[in-house]
C-alpha cells in the first residue's frame, strides 16, 4: 500500500513561487499515476495538475503557464513547481494516486496525502 506525505506548503507573496514535494512510500511508485488537488475554504476539491507514469501530464486552465508538475521515481517523488502565485491559489493542497491515471484525474485514486497549506497573500 502506498503512502503519501506533502510537503513545502508555506506563506508566500503573489506573484511568488514555490515547490511542492509529494513523497510516497513502498516500492513500484513509478508505475503508478499521482495528481496534485487543491481545495480552498467553502470550496470543492479540484485537480490542479497530474502525470502519468508514463509522464503524460494534465493541467487546469488556472494554473496552465504557471505550474509544472514533475517526478522523479529514484526519490519516489512528484513535484509541484509553483510561480506567479496569486491569492486564488490559496488552498490546502494534497496529492492523490493510483495505478491509473484517469482514476487521478476522476479523484477517486486509492490513496490520498494529509495535505499542506498554501497561502498568497501580502
Request: positive net charge.
Amino acid at each position: 500500500q502506498v503512502q503519501l506525505v506533502e510537503s513545502g506548503g508555506g506563506l508566500v507573496q503573489p506573484g511568488g513561487s514555490l515547490r511542492l514535494s509529494c513523497v510516497a512510500s513502498g516500492s513500484s511508485f513509478s508505475i503508478y499515476a499521482v495528481g496534485w488537488y487543491r481545495q480552498a475554504p467553502g470550496k470543492q476539491r479540484e485537480l490542479v495538475a497530474a502525470i502519468s507514469s508514463g509522464g503524460t501530464i494534465n493541467y487546469a486552465d488556472s494554473v496552465k503557464g504557471r505550474f509544472t508538475i514533475s517526478r522523479d521515481n529514484t526519490r519516489n517523488t512528484v513535484n509541484l513547481q509553483m510561480n506567479s502565485l496569486k491569492p486564488e491559489d490559496t488552498a490546502i493542497y494534497y496529492c492523490n494516486t493510483d495505478r491509473f491515471l484517469n482514476q487521478v484525474i476522476r479523484g477517486t485514486g486509492r490513496t490520498w496525502g494529509q495535505g499542506t497549506q498554501v497561502t498568497v497573500s501580502s
